[in-house]
């Protein structure tokens, strides 16, 4: 049956619809021409063949059907699918873009905390002691945070800017 998917839907439905009408036209041939001798030889021939010939063009008609039904179904399924994929490109962009952003944050924080650490080294170095604004620069800089103190050269601990 999945040849069916190679057939255009005017093919099989014209075969379809030519094996039904065929068969019902023979069908109804073959009882309605009784009193004419000449046929009358063929006419049980011929109500079998178009008896035949009309279960299968039901039998058809419901593949057929239900083949156009899943074709549609399908069809249906690959717009949702497009859909989901200009969705799933916006949404990789906006990340993308969410991204870039933390990494600039993470960039400008690390910038911050060296420049801090460079302004204070002098004074972290001359008492070969671990400061008060050591260890709270060390703090922010593990939660990837910018310096909220600065040490002044007095020794003195200030709120960042």
Avoid at 57 to 65: P, S
Wanted: with cysteine; net charge positive.
């Amino acid at each position: 049956m999945f040849l069916l998917h190679f057939l255009p839907d005017w093919l099989l439905s014209g075969f379809v619809n030519t094996v039904l009408i065929s068969g019902a036209v023979l069908t109804v041939i073959s009882f309605f021409t009784s009193w004419i001798p000449f046929i009358n030889q063929y006419r049980i021939p011929v109500q079998v063949i178009g008896t035949i010939l009309l279960t299968c063009g039901v039998y058809f008609k419901g593949g057929e059907t239900a083949e156009l039904a899943w074709r549609e179904r399908t069809a249906e399924l690959q717009q949702k699918i497009d859909a989901a994929q200009v969705k799933s490109a916006e949404a990789t962009q906006r990340l993308d873009q969410e991204v870039k952003k933390s990494k600039q944050v993470v960039r400008d924080n690390t910038q911050a905390i060296k420049k801090e650490i460079a302004q204070n080294a002098q004074q972290l170095d001359s008492e070969c002691r671990v400061s008060d604004a050591a260890i709270s620069i060390h703090n922010e800089a593990a939660l990837n945070k910018k310096p909220k103190v600065t040490v002044t050269f007095d020794g003195k601990i200030q709120n960042a800017k």
